[in-house]
């Protein structure tokens, strides 16, 4: 299971930013949970009206198609503020100081720059689709019941921006612990041990920490 680097809070306005944004995040997030759970209550609907009633949800793909980009795209601003996403920690958590910061900064801005190029990309994607002139505005739509797929590719440039704004905030945090040496900065993920990571799993899992 991921466990959540802690993130440091304080009064000055890069803290502050980083809150007001990650309240955006978790309500992302949210979104993208109870997108899980109607997907859920989609399936039961479909499976129960093909065994009771012989008949199926119409359009079950259709809609599965329009739910994934609500599950895939809308939590990674919110586990990239807590430091959820899978990465290699070999190195980083061998460096300390300046050094360290160094790093995330080099690492945060490459993520920066891939991410606002799937933007623009996503972006150009959306605009095939949609039609200010066409039926429901949409160019395209799905097989079954021909729901306009503009709104689910609309989704991904949405949240790469938001993804984009969380980096740029880390980036200035990284940068700002690299410029002033600090020990503990603000608004940015820390690296965790390997012996913390257990410690908190053991008490994730023991419920200790209920």
Same mark, same amino acid.
């Given at each position: +299971?991921?466990?959540?680097?802690?993130?440091?809070?304080?009064?000055? #306005?890069?803290? @502050?930013?980083? &809150?007001?944004?990650?309240?955006?995040?978790?309500?992302?997030?949210?979104?993208?949970?109870?997108?899980?759970? =109607?997907?859920?209550?989609? =399936?039961?609907?479909?499976?129960?009206?093909?065994?009771?009633?012989?008949?199926?949800?119409?359009?079950?793909?259709?809609?599965? %198609? %329009?739910? +994934?980009?609500?599950?895939?795209?809308?939590?990674?601003?919110?586990? %990239?503020?807590?430091?959820?996403?899978? &990465?290699?920690?070999?190195?980083?958590?061998?460096?300390?100081?300046?050094?360290?910061?160094?790093?995330?900064?080099?690492?945060?801005?490459?993520?920066?720059?891939? +991410?606002?190029?799937?933007?623009?990309?996503?972006? !150009?994607?959306?605009?095939?689709?949609?039609?200010?002139?066409? #039926?429901?505005?949409? @160019?395209?739509?799905?097989?079954?019941?021909?729901?306009?797929?503009? #709104? !689910?590719?609309?989704?991904?440039?949405?949240?790469?921006?938001?993804?984009?704004?969380?980096? =740029?905030? %880390?980036?200035?945090?990284?940068?700002?612990?690299?410029?002033?040496?600090?020990?503990?900065?603000?608004?940015?993920?820390?690296?965790?041990?390997?012996?913390?990571?257990?410690?908190?799993?053991?008490?994730?899992?023991?419920?200790?920490?209920?």
């Amino acid at each position: +299971m991921a466990i959540h680097a802690p993130v440091l809070e304080d009064d000055s #306005p890069l803290s @502050r930013l980083d &809150r007001g944004l990650y309240r955006l995040e978790r309500q992302l997030a949210l979104l993208a949970g109870l997108a899980v759970f =109607a997907l859920m209550l989609l =399936a039961v609907v479909s499976v129960g009206g093909r065994q009771v009633f012989n008949q199926p949800l119409a359009g079950y793909v259709d809609w599965i %198609q %329009q739910g +994934m980009p609500l599950i895939a795209f809308l939590g990674i601003a919110y586990t %990239q503020r807590d430091g959820g996403h899978i &990465r290699m920690d070999i190195l980083v958590a061998r460096l300390s100081g300046r050094a360290l910061w160094a790093a995330e900064a080099v690492t945060t801005l490459a993520m920066l720059i891939v +991410m606002a190029l799937l933007v623009w990309g996503s972006f !150009a994607h959306f605009q095939r689709s949609f039609d200010w002139g066409a #039926p429901l505005f949409s @160019r395209d739509s799905s097989i079954d019941i021909n729901l306009p797929l503009w #709104p !689910a590719k609309l989704l991904a440039p949405v949240a790469f921006s938001v993804l984009c704004l969380r980096l =740029a905030v %880390q980036l200035w945090g990284f940068g700002r612990a690299f410029v002033l040496g600090l020990a503990a900065p603000v608004a940015v993920p820390l690296v965790v041990s390997v012996a913390d990571q257990a410690a908190a799993e053991a008490g994730h899992v023991s419920g200790a920490d209920d």
